[in-house]
């Protein structure tokens, strides 16, 4: 007897961060290159979307880089920011399609772990209500936590993005112990009606085993793919992650 075919899993959304193309440009100061342009190029790979932090001490992207990325590029721009006045000001005057609110320290390299929601700060839900008034939906980076994921539900969010760095650093049992929270996590959120990506230290080495996760809608990557674009082009760097994505959403699970 035929089954019938079998039913197609969602595709999963991939996102590139482009802040480190901002970086290489700003550690010459010359103009070149363009995050804009480079937005463009992953867009044209297979990208679903753009990402870029526009940090309050602007280190690598900068207000003309997102203006520019909004304006370019047909796809979904994910504006990455902490939750302050003058950052909420902007987004409302760029319209990105989401916003997503991250903790931010100005002595990290990165952004480290995720926002504290269940800590009840004012001026983030403040920010959230301001945002969403402007039809601006709001992400929220977050550990994979239930305190933080209910919180955030409470606050507001539409959607989260689960903190994937634990997972990365991690090797052996306690990565695959990492996985096992992510996975509950975003299971929880799904049911919750709350939209789910991950980021952050995701590579062609580690994505697999989190792209399997059914309930994972998007991944946002950013420093790794750039890196591998070293090798690859950046092109290549966005059909190989594309490519590992979609092979690990084919095996059975």
């Known amino acids: 007897m035929n089954p019938g075919p079998k039913s197609q899993k969602p595709r999963v959304r991939l996102h590139v961060n482009v802040d480190h193309v901002a970086t290489v440009r700003n550690a010459r100061g010359t103009a070149y290159p363009c995050p804009a342009e480079a937005s463009e190029v992953c867009m044209a790979a297979g990208a679903d979307g753009i990402t870029a932090h526009l940090r ?12 520019a990325i909004r304006r ?3 796809g979904l721009l994910n504006l990455e920011m902490a939750a302050t006045r003058e950052m909420v000001a902007f987004a409302i005057a760029i ?49 994979p936590s239930p305190a933080q994921l209910h919180a955030s539900l409470a606050a507001g969010a539409v959607q989260v993005e689960f903190h994937t760095g634990e997972y990365a650093n991690l090797t052996g049992d306690s990565r695959a112990c990492e996985l096992e929270i992510i996975r509950a996590a975003c299971d929880e ?23 399997a996760i059914e309930s994972v809608e998007e991944f946002n990557i950013g420093h790794a793919l750039i890196a591998d674009a070293i090798f690859l082009s950046l092109s290549g760097a966005v059909r190989a992650y594309r490519a590992a994505i979609e092979a690990s959403r084919a095996e059975p699970q």
């Open 95 to 143: 319209k990105p399609h989401i916003v997503t609110l991250v903790p931010e320290r100005r002595e990290e390299r990165t952004t480290e772990g995720g926002l504290d929601v269940a800590g009840g700060r004012e001026s983030l839900r403040t920010a959230i209500s301001e945002l969403t008034s402007a039809g601006i939906p709001v992400s929220l980076f977050i550990a």
């Open 189 to 211: 959120a799904r049911a919750a009606k709350l939209h789910v990506a991950l980021g952050h230290g995701i590579t062609l080495e580690n994505i697999g085993p989190l792209a």
């Open 72 to 74: 370019r590029i047909p």
């Open 56 to 67: 309050e001490d602007r280190r690598h992207i900068r207000d003309e880089d997102v203006r």
